[in-house]
């Protein structure tokens, strides 16, 4: 028995360090793929002597970013702004509506194909007539919100939908309240969903949010980063535009982050999967 216990000593120390070194590859091929593919940008820039008003090149986007900094970081806020508030509109909405649709099917069947239809209807299409109707935040933040909407209804209410038969059936047994089973049994089935639903409407309410600044661009009124974009297109900046595309891509994976790691935080003590990140 002793002769078998070195080798499940030196196992179960190797699995951490073997998780750690996947860890590590894990962040560091992004990195490398964005270090290869920047040069290479550089690289045709400065063999085909490409003017900038067609193709800048990296560090023009940098000397751009640098220099319109003020400008830049003021369309950035306002265009998180209305992120937020779009996104905060559509996981209260979705939300609340899942848990309506939970408790009458007439409410659901009423409504649901209306939800599909808003999703389905391109945003672009609906943000001119919204400019004319409404404010024009008000109109964006709509936007935001007609994007993100529908991924928290849907998962959602497919999370309240997922509840185990048996832990349902016990809960009959016991004569739970419908608000008992709804905060002790439905809510936390139906958690890992509503945070999957969440972490796939913060990307999609920013999207919302730059299509509407672009339609309001169009109209000539705007100030988030978007418009600045347009405004760029027009006065054919180039160098502004890459640096407002490149805040806009960070602001979208810094939303993606911050959800996946409220997604992490709640569920990693007992969803499976979070469990397996940490093992």
């Known amino acids: 028995m002793s002769s078998l216990s070195p080798p499940q000593m030196t196992s179960d120390v190797a699995a951490p360090q ?23 940008w550089d690289l045709v820039v400065r063999i085909n002597q490409i003017p900038p008003y067609v193709l800048p090149s990296p560090g ?39 848990l309506l649709f939970s408790r009458s099917k007439w409410l659901e069947f009423s409504l649901l194909p209306y939800a599909v239809i808003l999703q389905v209807t391109p945003v672009i299409a609906i943000a001119p007539l919204l400019l004319i109707y409404l404010p024009q935040q008000t109109a964006v933040v709509v936007c ?19 509840v185990d038969r048996n832990l349902a059936g016990l809960f009959k047994l016991y004569r739970a ?27 999609l309410s920013l999207i919302g949010a730059v299509v509407a600044e672009i339609a309001a661009g169009s109209a000539g009124a705007g100030s988030g980063l978007a418009y600045r974009i347009a405004e760029s297109s027009y006065r054919l900046n180039i160098p502004r535009m890459f640096a407002a595309l490149l ?26 999967s979070a469990l397996g990140k940490e093992s």
Do not use: C
């Open 18 to 40: 073997a998780g750690r070194g996947f860890g590590m590859l894990q962040f560091l091929l992004p990195v490398v793929v964005l270090v290869i593919s920047v040069a290479v």
């Open 60 to 98: 023009a986007v940098i000397g751009t970013l640098i220099a319109d900094w003020d400008i830049l970081w003021q369309s950035l806020l306002t265009t998180l702004l209305t992120t937020f508030e779009g996104f905060v509109a559509a996981a209260i909405g979705g939300i609340a509506m899942a």
């Open 144 to 162: 935001a919100w007609i994007v993100a909407f529908f991924p928290v209804l849907a998962n959602t209410t497919l999370g309240l939908k997922s």
């Open 177 to 203: 309240t419908p608000i008992q089973s709804l905060l002790l049994l439905k809510l936390p089935a139906a958690l890992p969903h509503i945070l999957g639903g969440l972490r796939i409407a913060g990307g």
């Open 247 to 272: 805040l806009l891509s960070m602001a979208g994976i810094v939303i993606y982050m911050l959800l996946a790691l409220v997604s992490h935080l709640v569920l990693r003590r007992w969803h499976e």
